[in-house]
Each structure stands twice: as C-alpha cells, then as structure tokens.
C-alpha cells in the first residue's frame, strides 16, 4: 500500500464517518464543521449531545468575518494564509474578512502532522469543499428570505445578489437573522462542483500573508514566550553519548551553592525516547544552565559509547557487498535478465553525512498541572505522536492532557519529534511545579535526531547505447520505524520505511528497475535518524541525478538529451489524475524551462561549469515536478569553489499563492545549498562532535547566488513546495563541478579539500 495515501485515509478516517454540518448557534454565529446529527435534531441539539464540535473548519459573525482554523503548524512557511486562500475563494468572502486561529490539539481534528509538503496538498479539497457548501447554505438561506430560485442568485465579496429585482443582502445579515441548520453527507460534499482554475478570484494571488504582522509587531507567541505563574526554569544535563546511557549517581553538593537552583530531576524516561538525562532547576534560566553544569554524574555509558561516524560507514559497506537486509521498495522488469544482457556495465557509490536541523528556537516546552489537568505549551509539527505519547510519560489519560499549539521558530522536520516535550513533562511531573524546559544550542545540536548517514550503491546495465537496466540500494536508518511504526508500508521482505527511500521511484523509463533499502544497525542504534527537511530525496536524488550524468558522459550524449530520452510518460510514467496528471511529460517541461532560462550549453570559461539535475519530491503519489540548473566557478589550484547561480523551475500545480511558493523555493533551495557545500555532523565514541553555529557550519549571506525560479501554476491539482527546492541542488551542483573540473564528488557535503585531493589524484 502506498504509504502516502495510508497516511491521508488514516487522517480522514474520523471524517468520513460523519456530515458536513452547517449551521448557526448564539454566540457563535455560522458554524460549519463535520458531526453527526441526532435523529430528528439540528445542529443545535447535535451540540447538546457533544456530536457536533462548532467550528472545526471555519465560524462567520454577524459581522461576516470568517475565522479560519489552521491544523498546520506555522514555522514560517505562511500556511495557514494559503490554506485560507482555498476556503474562502470557494465562499466568495471578501479577503480582508479572513482570520486564522491555530487551536488546540484535540482528536476532532484527526491526524495533527505537518511535514512532507503535504499542508496544501492534503487540505485543497477539503478546504475549498467547505468553503463552497458554506456559500451553497448561505445562498439557500437567502432564498427562503426572497423566495427566489437559487439559479437566479450569484455570491461575490461577502453578498449575495438577485439582479432580477435588483436585492443584496450580506453574508452576515444572513448569519444574524435566520437559524441556519444544513448538512452534507460525503458523496453530496464531494458532487459540490469546485470552480475552474480560471474563475478562481483569490487561489493565484499574492496575498500578504496573514501571519507576518503578529510576527513583526511581537503579539505572535512562540513556545519559548510561555509564562506561568510559580513556574520555574529546566535545563538539562545531557549523557556524554546521543544514546543509550544512564545515570549511575548524581553529586549536587555544587549546584546548590549557586543562588536560585531549586533541585534536579532525573529522568526515568517510560518510552525510552531520552535515555540518562537530568533536568537542572532553578529560579531563572542562566541559574538552571549553571546548575546543570555544576553538576557532578556518573554515567553508565551504554552499548553505543565506541560508534562513530566510520564505523556506521564500514557497517553500511558491509551490508551492501553482502547485499544483506534490503527490503524492495522498486521491482520493475527482469533485472537479473538485463544485467546479463547488458553490454556495458557502470557502477558508482555515494554517501552522505549526518546532518543536523538547527532551528533558532531552542527546543522548548512548559508543563504545569492544575486541576488535575496537564496543560502542556509548545510548538510541535507532529501533535498526534505528542498527544500519544504524553499519557504514558505522565501516567494519565489522555482526557487528562491539554496541548497548546504556538507558532514555531523553525522546524524543519526537528519538531516532527516529541523528546523536548517529553524532558518537560517528566520535570515537571518530577519537580510537582511548572517547569519552562528549554534546550541550550549544544543540547540541541547534539540530541538532535539527524538525517541519517547514507551509502547509496547504483548499477547500471547499458544496452543497445541506452539505460537497459539499473540497481540501487541503499542503507540508512528508518525514522519510521521509531517514530510512527504504524507508517511503515509492505515490502515482499516485510515492513518497509518509504520515507527512507522515497525518489528512487523515479520518472524516468527505464525497462529493468530495482531498488531496495536496508537498516542501518548501528545508526539506528547511535545516533536515531529524523526526519530532515526533504527527508530521503534529499539524498536519493543526489545519488540518481549524479548518476544519470555520469551515464550520460559515459554514452557521450549531452545530459539534458540524456534524460529528456527518459522522460517520455510511458506506461506508469504517464501519472494519474489528479495528483500527478501528466507524467513525466511534466517533469521533462519543467527540464526544458530551467535550461533554457538558464541557457543549457552555453559557453563557459575554463574552470566554470553547468549542471543540471531534477526531482519529483516528495513522494511519487504526489509528485512535485522540479529542474534545476547551477553555474559553479571552481579554483582548480585549491579545490574551492562558488556557485554563482541557481536557476530552478516548479510545476507545483496551482500555485495558490505564488509570492509564498517562490519564498519557499528559494528558501528550500539555499537549505540544499547548505547541505551539499557546508553542513556535517560526525560521531566520535557514540556522541555528535559539534555543539553550535561555530562547529556545524551553514550557508552564509556572502554565499548566497544568484537565483532565478520559475514557478509554473496550470491549474492541476495542487502538490507540496516546501522541500523540492532541497532536492535537486546537490546533484546539480556536482554535475557542474565534473563540467567545470572532470572531476566527480560523490560525497556531500563536496568540500574543496574533497574537489582538490579528486584532481590531484
């Protein structure tokens, strides 16, 4: 089962079962959300019985002003405005009377996950239907004032208009003067006609986004803005090593010598998410910090304290000659076969470093009790896992836990985790009192949960002058299965983590295709992997890309010809609808427009070169169709080099709002940028090496290039925008450095050490 499609039915699957309920309710004005009505009842008694929570998707005033709510986490990427943009071009309600509400984690909601560039993709539908069925009741509330047919009726900017007898009336005239009770059941929902791309007032504009002003005059919360009364401050004591220790005996005759520390909890961890933490306590922060500090511990190191970075690698090697523990994620054709009738074979490896996620926002959470009830603030991308996990850590039930969601300052996948939730919960649960738990830069650099070290082996078999037949496999660790093992998808081995693999599956038409991916034991075991922005393609395609242009120097074809011969739509390249409608044809017409902006084949100077790669992140059901074109500079003297621009191209399907498509492709793509030239993370004697900006280096302002992104917008269904951009700069940028050196780097990030010992060797 595609995974993809497991995760949307599971976050639908509350839905489903119940109505589309509109209506109106004093004090809340037009209520619209999905419930189940009582035999007889409206939506009135559908909230007295508890059935109907009012709502849920979007309220109106009297006053027309629509209020929003916003499932999603908001760390910058502005979607709570596009998501709004989707409801209220179907309502045909004026932009300036839009709200957002971010609201509390609660099971009405279903799944709670941001992540994947999956928001918009996964709310469209729902979000316009809403927003069209509100219009639909609105207008049939105005024909029962009028007694006019529907058909004769038009709704535009908040009225609704009968030009026959020249009447209007207001949106919220219409909400205060009559009892609004409707519903939907599903299959009605769904027949609701959407408009045509072309018709469409407000999806394709670039609205402010409604989120900036609260972030720019400071009334935006984030997690680390949390004040409580009585609250004091939690700083952790981490263990020496990522994981596996515990503590063996704690000496705070030091610590309470400094004036403020209140008392330390060790944490007994009942999901084993932190393994030998302490948590310091103490009137104020800089206090807890040094309290933490002073504290004297010793440690029982555990199985992971000689695993490094080097060792994880040799292991991975070692799989891969042994072709041990691969699970099939791609089986197309006879590869056996191929091979055998290849009449060239290549082969390369690449591998890529740990690397770390590094959001400005500490890792941060507050946890009090009153009443019986746990009140938990914090900025998390992945509330379901949170809201499971925190009854065991607190021995309640989960009736007994309230999670407030805030704004996030930066997530990137890092608070797709619950483990800084979980260290406050215990603290507070351990200290009886609220504690504001807040991660210092090194304890967030060093317990991060990286993406994971990866060793790609790919295999060509060449037949008749083309690609015939290719192998890839690939050992890494699998955040799924840590993180949410009921995410993991059938392989013909047993469970597979697509997320660990996913691109692979590519676009291109190749007869004999197969891919699998095994478990890394020892990362697994030393160093967790997370869930990194762009998670897997953001490897996979460095791998695949870097591969296709050595293919296509080795057959002596120019690059672009090379995949553009690939990328003809046959057989299941061809796509479905709605999602990947089209096909590779698409990803071979974003190809064209980057390259063609970018000038492919254009003279350049000795020691500069142009490289090209594409993607189709994030996963094949819902592909985003992405090229990429960079010009590098290369100092052949020492190895260093600069690339001096990116062009990239996006077919994102709808672009809703293009300004925040094209600020997330270009955030996305300097991301890439930093990975492929800068970060890495190394694992000496089982623990991360680098503590803060200074030893984890990451892109700078003076690196910045040029940029040119085309953003295509046909009007198919929309896909995800915040993780393409990653995808495709590594490979780009090393198909470049081999145009501008002749030489190949297959390891990121391509450092000049690395260019410069591969052009002298």
């Not at 084993?272 to 310091?280: D, E, F, L, N, P």
Request: hydrophobic share 45%; proline share 5%; glycine share 10%.
């Amino acid at each position: 089962m595609n995974i993809q499609k497991k995760i949307a039915k599971s976050e639908t699957r509350g839905v489903s079962r119940r109505d589309f309920l509109v209506g109106s309710a004093a004090g809340l004005g037009l209520v619209m959300g999905y419930g189940a009505l009582p035999v007889g009842g409206g939506i009135k008694e559908a909230m007295a019985a508890g059935s109907f929570s009012p709502n849920m998707w979007f309220s109106m005033d009297d006053a027309g002003i629509t209020t929003v709510n916003i499932v999603k986490a908001e760390m910058g990427q502005h979607v709570g405005t596009a998501i709004a943009q989707s409801l209220a071009d179907e309502l045909e309600v004026p932009w300036e009377n839009i709200r957002l509400n971010f609201p509390d984690v609660a099971p009405q909601w279903g799944l709670f996950i941001t992540g994947g560039s999956w928001s918009i993709n996964w709310t469209f539908a729902a979000m316009s239907q809403a927003g069209a069925a509100g219009r639909i009741v609105l207008m049939e509330q105005a024909v029962k004032n009028w007694g006019v047919p529907v058909a004769e009726l038009r709704a535009e900017q908040g009225m609704i208009y009968h030009d026959k007898s020249n009447r209007k009336v207001s949106y919220g005239d219409l909400v205060k003067g009559g009892i609004i009770s409707r519903s939907f059941n599903k299959a009605q929902l769904e027949a609701i006609k959407l408009k045509a791309p072309q018709d469409r007032k407000i999806i394709g504009k670039s609205v402010a986004n409604l989120d900036i002003p609260g972030k720019t005059n400071g009334s935006t919360k984030y997690g680390i803005d949390t004040f409580v009364d009585g609250m004091v401050y939690g700083a952790p004591r981490t263990p020496p090593v990522r994981y596996g220790a515990s503590v063996k005996k704690v000496d705070d005759s030091a610590a309470k010598k400094i004036a403020g520390y209140q008392g330390h909890v060790v944490l007994e961890d009942p999901t084993k998410m932190v393994t030998g933490w302490i948590v310091a306590l103490a009137d104020s922060y800089p206090i807890a910090l040094k309290a933490a500090e002073a504290l004297e511990v010793d440690y029982d190191l555990g199985p992971n304290a000689k695993v490094s970075s080097e060792s994880i690698m040799k292991e991975a090697q070692e799989m891969i000659n042994a072709g041990e523990g691969g699970k099939t994620f791609v089986d197309d054709g006879d590869v056996k076969k191929g091979m055998a009738a290849a009449t060239t074979k290549f082969t390369a490896e690449y591998t890529t470093s740990l690397n770390l996620h590094m959001p400005l926002e500490p890792m941060n959470a507050t946890v009090w009790e009153e009443d019986d009830i746990w009140h938990v603030t914090t900025g998390n991308q992945f509330q379901t896992v949170l809201a499971g996990v925190l009854p065991i850590v607190l021995g309640v039930d989960p009736s007994a836990i309230v999670i407030k969601q805030t704004a996030l300052g930066g997530g990137f996948g890092r608070r797709l985790e619950a483990d800084y939730v979980v260290v406050a919960a215990l603290a507070a649960k351990g200290a009886n009192k609220p504690v504001k738990m807040i991660y210092d830069r090194a304890a967030d650099t060093q317990f991060d949960y990286p993406r994971s070290q990866v060793l790609q082996s790919l295999k060509a078999g060449i037949k008749d002058g083309k690609l015939d037949s290719m192998t890839h496999d690939a050992v890494c660790t699998w955040a799924t299965s840590r993180l949410a093992p009921a995410f993991l998808a059938d392989a013909p081995e047993g469970k597979i983590d697509y997320f660990a693999i996913n691109g692979a599956d590519f676009w291109y038409s190749v007869p004999n295709h197969r891919v699998r991916v095994a478990k890394s034991k020892l990362g697994d075991a030393a160093a967790p992997a997370g869930n990194l922005r762009s998670v897997a393609p953001g490897y996979t395609f460095f791998a695949v890309e870097s591969f296709m242009d050595e293919l296509a120097h080795e057959l002596k074809i120019d690059p672009l010809a090379f995949r553009l011969s690939m990328l003809d739509a046959a057989g299941k390249q061809a796509g479905s609808a709605p999602m990947s409608v089209g096909g590779a044809k698409r990803l071979a017409g974003v190809l064209k427009a980057a390259t063609d902006k970018a000038e492919w084949g254009k003279k350049m100077a000795d020691g500069s070169g142009m490289g090209l790669s594409i993607s189709s992140a994030q996963e094949r059901a819902t592909p985003t169709w992405t090229a990429c074109v960079v010009e590098v500079d290369v100092d052949k003297s020492n190895g260093s080099y600069k690339v001096k621009k990116m062009t990239i191209a996006i077919d994102v399907g709808t672009a809703v709002n293009p300004d925040a498509v094209k600020a997330q492709v270009e955030g996305s793509a300097l991301w890439g940028l930093s990975i492929a030239t800068k970060e890495e993370a190394i694992m000496e004697d089982g623990a991360i090496q680098q503590t803060n900006f200074d030893t984890y280096d990451v892109l700078r302002m003076e690196d910045v290039p040029e940029m040119d992104v085309i953003v295509l917008s046909p009007g198919e269904y929309p896909v995800g925008c915040g993780e393409p951009g990653v995808t495709v700069v590594a490979p780009a940028i090393a198909n470049a450095i081999f145009n501008a050196t002749g030489v190949r780097i297959r390891h990121l990030p391509m450092t000049p050490e690395a260019i410069k010992e591969a052009l002298t060797a």
